[in-house]
């Protein structure tokens, strides 16, 4: 037993079992809804619809499988008579080895549940079939005194079976956001709130619906759920996780839901968009959804092992999203609880199985359709915008550079006496091998090798450093005349392979070390390689790995080598730190350990540490001039690029174009014709088996496209393709999409469905809260042709979705999941919504449509820890940082870090979790976006013509949409008076929590103050209030 | 998993002994809520004493060759550079890497000695742990059905080759709860490389799939931030965090008592679990209080932050922290070639450090409670890769058989268990499949692996899936 089967057990119990049936003791138990639920739950296991594991040859989901005598020659049912019937029989028993369910099934009846079973025996054990199964139904709203909308009156009319009374409207500030987040996923403007508030009309929320139905945030926000249903990402998943170019795919989508596309033409373009007479593109690309699965790569994967898996997820997808069904579980073998043979699975994989592809991931993954993408240009302009703004300002600091150089310039050409060394040999206070060489440092620090000769070696060289920093480190591979042949080690060759070298640093007296990241290694010589993994370039020492490194081998073994490595960034030493430097000889063909070396360091920047040979500074000392305007111009710009590479003003804006520069020709091609993968056929349909337990290569019975029979028939006059099932799934009877459908875009406004198992309408998932009320839906919006805003709009102005949230202690006690909607739900938002929110909530939004996906802050290095480097993220700068969650690039191997709770975008999800984790509240309170809103909203303020006592009050109404009682004000100014005292005598801790990632102050804003509102905003987007769904 | 009520209250409500909801005031129900320990477990746990409390899995990611380093198989040598024989493979299906070359034997590439009083065999390229044979306890006879990476660790860590479902770990501190308030139950640490790895360690592995996310494994990072979003802000001091969460926490209290929302309750309580971890987690993950003998325990490369050897002291210092569940990763064992060099530089990465902790927890008394699992995804072949006498030779990708060891937590030391052929190419004796592993883990912290389920999608799940299982209780002192 579980937590979840327990509280469902309490709700029914509850709410259902003691409701109909204490109160109803007389009546017959309804099958579907009292007695399937515990037969499926704790017998159709092994007494189900899976007819190979039927025990005894006894099906309890079939009644004349039921009331015939089984293999034991008794009968489990005998309508009637409870004691004639074994299944009374055998779950009353005391007898251990006779009980049902037996104990190692771990599972015991109730007496609640016994009773209802003998129960539904005596009055003569009706079956009926699930209620899924039967299309639904448009009964007539019952009739409740004072309401006329037909979802209050189902709900109002169960209330009233309760004993229970609806809740008063919400207030209307609660409204408006509730509305605006849940058609828009964004918070209301000001001007929108405002607007509401002083809108009197009866009708005041049926014109907001409306304003937001005909909003473009609508689509967006209809689109996140769709696209968590179809599994979209921007990459492939698995190994090598490659990044696709679906996106113009999730722009369709968008604009679907903004035209308001029914629903069954939605089916119809993303099943069989190609398949349609005289296709659009647009058309093909819906077609995309279909291929949104992940994709494998990995190397030696046998491709059709994939295929088969894509066409097992398309299949799976299908099943959860248009007909909520677990149809997974019918991949191994036929399903326990529904009627659904394994064959069923096979036949729907068929529609998928003769797609023109053959399993390849990345580049490969055809079919294509090339499409350029309207939306892109956009981005194009925005990018470009950003470089121009950058270019003058790098050009300047260019220019500004030139007058410290010169400075700078005459300082050297006097210190640089002639005979000048930008490098100083590393003094050895520590010198060790690991499997015993002999080192001896001699008096030029240069180190010889003697006595044992180990296959595999590593040296270690540790010493103090004169210099106030490192930049570089010099190895110099010299020969000797105990080396074999006079060449550079004491191998059998003479060669050596060097395959890793290591830089750390050392604080005496302290236990710890830490690595030092060097990036760039160039030598004088190396031999020729073939691979990335033979030996040779002198790059193969930075990467750990053994199978390459550095030789020369093949050049002459008598010459020295040099090779200079440059540290990624200037590394300052502590008088109490020390270097060190490691060699290791660990290479496969071992016995090529240095014989003789010397190791320098350099503070120098630039060309020094990225070429191997005289640096430019001692090329000046070289020159003795006396007069620096005879310098050669030639070395003049080494020495201005030297002095450049240090300068930090002109870095930081060479750095800032740089970065614009990558994002715009990153846009630039994205705004090119694009491969987004799509369906079509291939001209040679596969045959398609049954899979023996799922697996991909275990051919069972060879079967024909077909759907399930036990949910709808296939139309003898339908093609059987993709169209003929996107038809299929769309037809009138049908019964479950439309169900299915109503039920999803219920719980985006009620927080849950009314099936609260959204993606199981079968015998194993909740019954709905309110059966009639769902039918009534699902065929409403049949009826209205499949018309998402209608259905929509229906629900959002019902007098249930009004309600306000709060509970009282006696309804939370009574109905603590609220399944009968005697108030609002009240739950935390997604955090896509809570991003969202705070950048509109700030004036930071960047409202604009569609385009190529941006990469909002996220903490460094999450991406490169996954994949040890393999993938950088670098956050978009400028406006792009400010784009919608549903446009953040999505990495299938690691969704962006502040969408906790989220669909993980790897197989289809219509139902995400929400927990209330520590790790959420640290996201909230520390990541860069929040913290970027909260001084947006903070200068906002500030700028906005508003009275200084008012200030705080509103920026809790621009994140709540109410003004604070006194009380909470209270609280407010407490925190603000703290914060500005803090902040006004430790000035720069102001500045520090000023300077975002792209924020920059206002220099007419006193920072202090700008500081403290910062946290007082901070604060607000953190209060229980504004992440919640009210 | 929809949570609209947050789990401690789930248990409350669902099994608080006999209490009639109807009766419960608001009042009573909040302070029930609020007086709960954050950390309840399901009832009925543990299902019987726990051998174990404290988890350490040290992952060794891509495949790690039994042959080199524990299944020694002299016999091998007769058949170097002979086609494997087909009553031997079996029909066997190879990765497209290997599946167009001969199939030609490769024997082991080193020395292998009997250690210690059990007379384990190991490998010379794992000298110390040579050492500790004898708390070691071997299976040989491991076995699984995935031949490909990610598949292969998704069903060695979460009990099915698809990724969704929660791991090991999630299972473990879902059963068994938190013993520190102030950190997750479940931490990963995955070893600093400077090489790309081929095998990315997606969060899957550490996830919670259906199960409440509280219960996903927290990713140690070795930056600045060890959590995500660990650290405040630049120029937000400490003194002014604390007033501004008092701030929060009061307008929260007054929400509360405006909405009656007992999630309120909770919030409040995660905001002061998230304010206490930015002390608790840099204090952890700050060393440098660790004695000199112990880095010398641990070998050198323990001294360097984010390495292996570190990370072994740092699980060390979370069993002593209560942290139930502990799992390491350290990647880059898939040898395809040149598997004399590259095994060898995992095995020195990663010796000297497994054994330090072995000794170290046994010194400090926390090895009888604490279950310590080596092991990776799936073993690698006999049949050489490559030009199987050279030195560019290494080995493809085995389920079939790979050996993993356990030590500690109630195993029994100094234990061979099961055998594979003379070939290493099928278990010969005793299988014992990746579920027989996670059914006898949780045994150990005793879970039986039949009754920890949870509900989704209608189904009971459980960590080691709807086929048969056991537990191995030979491996169980």
Redesign the interface.
């Known amino acids: 037993m579980t937590a979840c089967l327990f509280i469902r057990r309490t709700a029914l119990v509850g709410l259902c079992v003691s409701a109909s049936l204490a109160a109803r003791a007389a009546d017959a138990p309804s099958f579907n809804r009292d007695v399937l639920p515990i037969l499926s739950d704790n017998c159709f296991a092994c007494h189900g619809p899976d007819a190979k594991q039927a025990k005894g040859g006894l099906r309890l989901d079939l009644r004349d499988s039921a009331m015939k005598p089984a293999k034991s020659g008794e009968t489990a049912i005998v309508p009637g008579k409870p004691a004639a019937s074994a299944l009374v029989k055998r779950i009353e028993t005391k007898d251990a080895d006779q009980l049902m369910p037996p104990a190692d099934s771990h599972k015991q009846l109730t007496s609640v549940q016994k009773d209802v079973l003998k129960q539904w025996i005596t009055t003569g054990a009706k079956y009926e079939a699930h209620w899924a199964f039967v299309p639904p139904v448009k009964a007539p709203p019952p009739a409740v005194a004072g309401a006329t909308h037909p979802i209050d009156r189902f709900i109002l009319a169960r209330l009233a079976q309760e004993k229970l009374k609806p809740s008063p409207e919400a207030a209307k500030h609660t409204l408006i956001r509730r509305v605006s987040y849940d058609l828009t996923g964004l918070p209301p403007t000001t001007a929108d709130l405002d607007a509401f508030l002083a809108d009197r009309s009866p009708d005041a929320l049926e014109k907001v619906v409306a304003r937001l139905l005909k909003s473009d945030h609508f689509g967006e926000r209809m689109a996140m759920w769709w696209l968590d249903a179809a599994r979209y990402a921007d990459t492939d998943g698995y190994q090598a996780d490659a990044t696709r170019s679906n996106w113009p795919w999730r722009d369709w989508v968008v604009a679907a839901f903004n035209a308001n596309m029914k629903f069954d033409q939605f089916t119809r373009e993303q099943f069989a968009g190609d398949l349609l007479p005289n296709a659009t593109p647009e058309q093909r690309l819906a077609t995309c959804f279909h291929r949104n699965h992940m994709t494998n790569g990995e190397g030696g994967r046998d491709p059709e092992e994939s295929r088969v898996d894509y066409v097992i997820d398309r299949v799976n997808t299908v099943g959860t999203v248009w007909l909520g069904l677990t149809l997974n579980c019918v991949q191994c073998h036929a399903h326990k609880y529904d009627p659904l043979p394994h064959a069923d699975f096979y036949r729907l994989a068929a529609f998928f199985n003769s797609i023109d592809e053959d399993g390849k991931a990345g580049g490969g993954a055809k079919p294509y359709l090339s499409y350029q993408s309207p939306l892109a240009s956009r981005s194009v302009t925005e990018a470009q915008a950003l470089v121009d703004e950058r270019k003058p300002r790098e050009a300047e600091a260019r220019k500004a550079a030139e007058t410290p150089f010169a400075d700078w310039l005459a300082a050297q050409a006097k210190a640089v006496a002639p005979g000048f060394s930008a490098w100083h040999p590393l003094r050895a206070s520590e010198l060790e091998s690991i499997e015993g060489t002999r080192l001896v440092q001699e008096a030029d620090a240069i180190v010889q090798a003697s006595g044992p000769n180990p296959n595999h070696e590593d040296y270690r060289v540790a010493g103090p450093v004169k210099l106030t920093r490192v930049t570089g480190l010099k190895l110099e591979v010299l020969p000797h005349a105990s080396h074999t042949g006079g060449g550079l080690s004491r191998g059998k060759s003479g060669e050596f392979i060097l395959t890793d070298i290591k830089v750390q640093v050392r604080r005496r007296g302290s236990s710890q070390i830490r690595d030092v990241l060097v990036t760039g290694a160039v030598a004088d010589a190396a031999a020729d390689r073939k691979g990335a993994r033979e030996y040779g370039d002198i790059k193969g020492v930075l990467d750990d790995d053994p199978r390459n490194g550095w030789t020369t081998k093949g050049l002459d073994p008598k010459q020295p080598r040099t090779a200079v490595f440059a540290l990624a960034e200037p590394l300052l030493l502590d008088a109490d730190e020390e270097l060190i430097f490691e060699l290791r000889h660990r290479s496969t063909l071992g016995d090529a350990n240095i014989g003789r070396f010397r190791v320098s360091v350099t503070d120098q920047a630039g060309d020094a540490i990225r070429s191997v040979g005289p640096v430019p500074l001692e090329q000046l000392a070289a020159a003795k001039l006396t007069d620096l305007t005879a310098l050669d111009t030639k070395l003049r710009a080494k020495l201005f690029n030297q002095f450049l590479a240090d300068h930090a003003p002109y870095q930081v804006e060479k750095a800032a174009l740089d970065r614009a520069n990558r994002q715009l020709g990153e846009v630039k091609a994205a705004a090119q014709k694009l491969n987004v993968m799509v369906l079509a056929e291939r001209k040679e349909p596969r045959t398609t088996h049954i899979l023996l337990r799922g697996v991909w290569d275990k051919h069972g019975e060879k079967v024909e496209r077909g759907v399930p029979a036990a949910v709808a028939p296939w139309p003898a006059a339908a093609d059987k393709t993709r169209l003929g099932l996107a038809n299929w799934l769309t037809a009138r009877d049908n019964p479950l999409t439309a169900r299915v459908v109503v039920n999803n875009l219920w719980a985006m406004l009620f927080g849950n469905g009314l099936v609260r198992t959204p993606e199981d309408f079968g015998l194993q998932g909740e019954r709905p809260t309110h059966p009639e009320l769902l039918d009534w839906l699902a065929v409403d919006f049949m009826e209205s042709g499949w018309d998402v805003k209608h259905i929509l709009q229906v629900m959002a102005t019902s007098a249930t979705y009004r309600q306000s949230s709060v509970a009282s202690p006696a309804l939370l006690a009574r109905d603590p999941e609220n399944r009968l909607l005697a108030r609002a739900p009240r739950f935390r938002l997604p955090a896509w919504m809570l991003r969202d929110g705070a950048l509109r909530s700030s004036g930071l939004m960047n409202a604009a449509l569609g385009g190529p996906p941006v990469r909002p802050h996220q903490p460094e290095g999450v991406w490169e820890e996954i994949f040890m480097g393999r993938f950088k993220y670098e956050p978009s700068e400028g406006a792009a940082q400010y784009r919608r969650s549903l446009y953040a690039f999505w990495r299938r191997s690691i969704a962006p870090t502040f969408l906790f709770d989220s669909a993980q975008r790897r197989v289809c999800e219509v139902r995400t979790p929400r927990t209330n984790t520590p790790l959420q509240a640290l996201t909230l309170l520390n990541d860069e976006t929040f913290l970027e809103a909260s001084r947006a909203l903070a200068a906002g303020i500030l700028r906005a013509a508003i009275k200084p006592e008012d200030r705080l009050a509103e920026i809790y109404r621009r994140v709540v949409a109410r003004r604070p009682s006194a009380k909470e004000a209270a609280v407010l100014q407490r925190e603000f008076d703290r914060a500005l005292a803090l902040y006004r005598t430790k000035p720069d801790e102001a500045t520090k929590l000023l300077a975002g990632a792209q924020f920059r102050i206002d220099s007419k804003l006193n920072a202090a103050e700008l500081a403290a509102y910062t946290v007082v905003a901070s604060l607000a987007l953190n209060l229980d209030e504004a992440i919640t769904h009210e | ?7 401690t209250r ?2 409350f ?3 608080g002994a006999g209490v009639s ?7 009573q ?1 909040l302070q029930r809520v609020s007086a709960a320990p954050s950390t309840a477990v ?1 009832a ?1 746990l543990p299902h019987f004493a726990a051998k174990a409390r404290h988890v350490i899995f040290l992952t060794q990611s891509g495949g790690p060759s039994q042959l080199e380093l524990y299944d020694y198989k002299p016999q091998l040598e007769k058949w170097a550079g002979i086609e494997i024989p087909d009553s031997v493979r079996q029909g066997q ?1 190879v ?4 599946s167009s070359q001969k199939q030609l034997l490769m024997p082991g590439r080193t020395k292998f000695e009997r250690c210690g009083r059990s007379g384990a065999t190991i490998g010379e390229w794992l000298p110390h742990l040579r050492g500790v044979a004898d708390d070691l306890c071997f299976i040989k006879s491991m076995h699984s059905d995935q ?4 598949p292969a660790m998704t069903k060695m860590l979460t009990g099915h080759q ?3 479902r929660p791991s090991m770990g999630a299972w473990a501190s879902y059963g068994l709860g938190s013993e520190n308030k102030n950190l997750p139950e479940y931490l990963v640490l ?1 070893s ?13 592995y550490w996830g919670s799939g ?1 199960l ?3 219960f996903q494994g ?1 990713k140690l ?3 600045r ?1 060890p ?11 400490r ?2 965090r604390r ?2 969460l ?3 926490g ?3 209290q ?3 008592a ?7 309750a ?2 409040i309580r ?2 002061e ?2 304010y206490r ?2 002390t608790s987690v840099p204090e952890l993950t700050d ?2 209080g ?1 004695a ?1 003998s ?2 010398e325990l641990y070998g050198p490369d323990s ?4 390495s292996y050897a570190a990370n072994c002291i740092q699980a060390r210092r979370l069993v002593e922290r209560g942290v139930r569940f502990i799992q390491l990763f350290h ?1 880059d064992w898939d040898h395809h ?2 598997l ?3 095994c ?2 995992r095995c020195r990465d990663t010796d000297q450090p497994t054994a330090g902790l072995i000794r170290d927890l046994k010194q400090r008394g926390l090895l009888d409670q604490t279950l310590v699992i080596w092991g990776g995804e799936f073993g690698r072949s006999p049949v050489g890769q490559g030009k199987w006498d050279s ?2 030779a290494g080995r ?2 085995h389920p079939r058989c790979f050996t993993m060891w356990m030590a500690g937590g109630g195993v029994k030391a100094g234990l061979t268990y099961g055998a594979t052929d003379d070939f290493s190419f099928s278990v010969a004796e005793n299988p014992v499949h990746v579920h027989d592993l996670h059914a006898t883990a949780l045994h150990l912290l005793g879970m039986d692996h ?2 920890l ?8 799940f459980r960590l080691t899936g709807v086929e048969p299982s056991r537990v191995v209780k030979e491996l169980i002192a």
Do not use: C
């Open positions: 998993m929809n949570e609209p009520l947050n789990i789930r248990y409500l669902g099994r909801l109807g009766a419960m005031a608001l009042s129900l399901p009925g299906r990765t497209t890497m290997t031949i490909n990476h990610a698809i990724p969704g995955i600093k490389m400077q090489r790309p790895s081929d095998q990315p360690l997606y969060d899957h259906f409440p996310s509280r927290v990072r070795n930056s931030d959590v995500l979003y660990l650290r405040d802000p630049d120029g937000l001091p003194e002014l007033g501004m008092d701030g929060l009061e307008l929260n007054m929400r509360l405006e909405t009656g929302d007992p999630e309120i909770t919030r995660q905001y679990m998230a971890m930015q060393m440098s660790e000199e112990t880095f001294r360097r932050a984010g990647p070639s040149r004399p060099s590259w060898v530089a030195i560019e493809d990708h039949e009754r389920t949870y509900r989704h999608q209608g189904l009971d």
